[in-house]
């Protein structure tokens, strides 16, 4: 006497269900929609990073994150808002875990603003909300973003790129004021206005 197959892949299905050869047919028909699907989205990513120049949000500009302190352009002494001799603003910040530094920087409303970070351990984010500012902070490079504050106001800045423990007490400010504000105040209070 034969007996019949134990395996459940092995055992005919019951009477009222639709036949195997159908079942497999439909399967293999599926599969080729989905990898057809993803051909399609690789090529449209491929050709559309191509043909319109997509690159990271920031530019590849590198620096030895281990002398971060000690010179160059990201010493304590230069970070915060500057000036530039054609009136537009380069705000300097070093992302570290849990904190930028500084914590808080004047910038002037209606005024290109650039700001330069970078990181001394870990990957950080840097967004503005309602603005084009987003992007992230990796060590070893410098993210530059450009924008311009139509109105004066309070924008907070919250790292969102998870860092550690403590990346969600991670987060400081950009205070936009009106350019005559921002001439009125020294180097210091322009990188002070964490402390109010
Ligand atoms: Cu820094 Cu999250």
Redesign the pocket.
């Known amino acids: 006497m034969v007996e019949p197959p134990s395996g459940p892949l092995q055992r005919p299905l019951p009477d009222g269900t639709v036949p195997e050869t159908i079942v497999v047919r439909t399967e293999e028909h599926w599969i080729r929609i989905m990898v057809g699907m993803l051909v399609i989205m690789m090529v449209i990513i491929v050709l559309s990073s191509f043909v319109g120049a997509l690159h990271p949000s920031s530019n590849v500009e590198v620096i030895d994150s281990r002398t971060l302190h000690l010179k160059g352009e990201f010493v304590e002494s230069n970070l915060g808002t500057a000036v530039e001799p054609d009136g537009s603003v380069t705000v300097r910040l070093i992302?570290q875990?849990?904190d930028f530094v500084p914590r808080c920087v004047v910038v002037p409303a209606g005024t290109p603003v650039k700001f330069r970070l970078t990181s001394d351990d870990v990957i950080?984010?840097f967004l503005l909300p309602d603005t084009n500012v987003n992007t992230m902070v990796v060590p070893g490079f410098v993210a530059e973003v450009r924008t311009r504050f139509s109105e004066p106001g309070d924008y907070v800045m919250p790292?969102?790129?998870?860092?550690?423990l403590g990346?969600q007490a991670?987060w400081a400010r950009v205070k936009v004021v009106p350019w005559q504000e921002l001439a009125k105040q020294g180097r210091f209070e322009r990188t002070s206005c964490a402390a109010q």
């Open positions: 992302a875990q849990y950080h984010g790292c969102h790129e998870y860092c550690g990346h991670m």
